[in-house]
């Protein structure tokens, strides 16, 4: 019954989600319950750096590259040609969830993209360098070699998945790459890499998974001309993506809607874009965040909404909902709907604040997103009422508090994007329609 709440979402073949602001929005619950009417859940862009959080009644479970709707045994998961894969990562979280008693058959319920980029030691050690040199300035990156992975792609000395399976093609392919990067470790000091022991890991890692290695891309375009139902989600968020989040502070891939096409290899079609946001705003790592309460009130917020990383445990900055970032994220992704998660974590935080404009330096304000300066933009906000009611029971939009509905109002009005869904906790049925 509960998936009727989703109905609208999934009436076009095709959703995509996507995250509004800066990632762990909660799309692996809106994922989880949105996949349990799909044929196929694929991801398109990030690496292991994403995590995605499942409550099951069997308890709760971490995926950071495997697609959520393995959880359900009809999905057929790939992970797609955009995403970057560390293939000695990836086996021990299939491992992982095998012995969670999840049904994992490389080449049936999961597919890997022979096109998918490489995540070698090389770019695990580049990544850990290249950030300590930042310094003040570093992005905040995971160091798991994700963005260095990303580089190599578009400097075309990349390792993909489908070089794994033939040991002739990998060792010349690494040759190539491990030359470049003993330059570069020799340049700083560093340790030269040892070929021989990286090509017999990932070859090794490589036949672990060829089974599901496949031209993934061409699955798809035969299931999307099948009319099969494919749910592509999204990892991180809008204001993550390389070109329209707020760069320098991004991750290396396009983590918007624009990555959903040339990530899978599907051509451009019609789809529902669902847009995921808490109610308040949270930021892990650096970078620019107008609505951070650095606080009392922030460090409560934290507390409340356990606000630390699924990957890493790191503690999210929190902040009040932003209702520029979230417009601005809105129109670029092509959302048109938003599920608005979190909401019990709201409760005792009244008067609640939203962000509608931006006082820039130069005194000048804006409703827009700017590309320069955010870290020195001042939130204006508009402060409402807040609630003291505990609303994890509530299944219905009018049976929450008046406060609460007002504040989710508000949030229409400022943002132009239609709240279809409020989760008012991690569980699968704490879920309320519109
Ligand atoms: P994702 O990367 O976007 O999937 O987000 P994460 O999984 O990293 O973080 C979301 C966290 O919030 C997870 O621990 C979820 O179980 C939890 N969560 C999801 N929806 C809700 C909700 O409505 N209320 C509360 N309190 N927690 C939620």
């Known amino acids: 019954m509960l998936r009727r709440f989703f109905a609208i979402a999934v009436s076009m073949p095709t959703t995509c989600v996507v995250g509004i602001l800066w990632g762990d929005e909660g799309k692996g619950k809106v994922i989880d319950f949105l996949a ?16 995605h959080t499942l409550v099951l009644p069997s308890g709760k479970l971490v995926l950071h590259l495997v697609p959520s709707g393995i959880v359900h045994p009809h999905t057929v998961n790939v992970i797609g040609n955009g995403v970057v894969v560390d293939p000695v990562h990836l086996c021990g979280e299939i491992e992982k969830l095998q012995a969670r008693g999840l049904r994992i058959e490389l080449g049936r319920n999961l597919l890997l993209s022979e096109r998918a980029h490489v995540i070698v030691e090389a770019h695990r050690r580049q990544d850990q360098w290249a950030e300590a040199l930042r310094g003040a300035g570093r992005i905040g990156t995971t160091g798991r070699g994700i963005g260095p992975a990303y580089s190599d792609r578009c400097a075309r000395v990349g390792i993909r998945l489908g070089d794994l399976l033939d040991e002739k ?8 790459l491990v030359e470049q990067k003993n330059a570069l470790f020799g340049s700083a000091g560093m340790p030269p890499l040892d070929l021989d022991a990286m090509c017999a890991q990932l070859f090794a890692a490589g036949d672990r998974l060829r089974p599901g ?62 847009g995921i946001a808490k109610a308040y ?43 520029v970032a979230v417009r601005y994220s809105g129109a670029v992704s092509g959302a048109t ?34 590309a320069f300066d955010l870290a020195s933009a001042e939130a204006e906000y508009v402060e409402l009422p807040g609630f003291d009611e505990d609303v994890r029971g509530v299944r219905r939009f009018q049976d929450l508090p008046r406060n609460a509905q007002a504040y989710l109002q508000a949030i229409e009005q400022h943002t132009k994007l239609r709240i279809r869904t409020i989760s008012v906790g991690p569980e699968r049925d704490q879920v309320i329609p519109r």
């Open 36 to 51: 349990a009417d799909t044929d196929f859940v694929v991801r398109f862009g990030g690496g292991h750096n994403a995590g």
């Open 213 to 274: 290695i496949v031209d993934a891309g061409a699955v798809l375009r035969r299931a999307h001309a099948a009319g099969k139902r494919i749910l592509l989600e999204g990892a991180q968020g809008c204001l993550l993506d390389l070109e329209h989040g707020t760069y320098p502070y991004v991750t290396s891939s396009h983590a918007s809607t624009g990555g959903a096409f040339s990530g899978t290899g599907l051509p451009p079609h019609a789809m529902t874009v669902v």
């Open 281 to 323: 705003s949270t930021r892990v790592g650096e970078g620019p965040f107008p609505s951070e309460l650095k606080g009392e009130i922030g460090d409560r917020l934290r507390t409340a909404g356990n606000e630390f990383g699924s990957t890493t445990g790191r503690p999210r900055r929190c902040g009040w909902f932003d209702t």
């Open 169 to 176: 093609r990998l060792r010349a392919a690494l040759q190539a």
């Open 337 to 370: 709907e938003l599920v608005v998660t979190n909401l019990d974590v709201l409760r005792g935080f009244g008067p609640l604040r939203l962000a509608v404009a931006y006082r820039m330096p130069d005194g000048v304000r804006t409703e827009d997103m700017p």
